[in-house]
C-alpha cells in the first residue's frame, strides 16, 4: 500500500505536489500543475498548492478508488 488513507506531508512529496498537482479554489477538483484552468468549473485565477490542501484531495480519491493505494511509485 502507498500511503493509505493519509498522504503523509514529507519533502519529497511537496516537491512532488509542488511540481505536479494544484487544487481548484471554486470546486475543490484535483487538477494538474500544467492545466491553465480547471477542468469542472472553468475557473482560470489562482489555484491552491498547499501541499496539505493537495493531500487531503488525494486522500479523499483514494478512499474513493483504493485500488490506486496499490500503485508503487518506485
Ligand atoms: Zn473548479
Known sequence: ???GRRFPVTPK????VAGSLKVCPVCGTL???A???CFVC????RFLRDPWI???KL????ATCPE????NPN
Open 68 to 71: 490506486l493505494t496499490d500503485v
Open 13 to 16: 512529496f511537496k516537491r512532488l
Open 42 to 45: 472553468a475557473w482560470q485565477g
Open 54 to 56: 493537495v493531500g487531503a
Open 31 to 33: 487538477v494538474t500543475q
Open 1 to 3: 500500500m502507498l500511503y
Open 59 to 62: 486522500a479523499e480519491i483514494a
Open 35 to 37: 492545466a491553465s484552468h
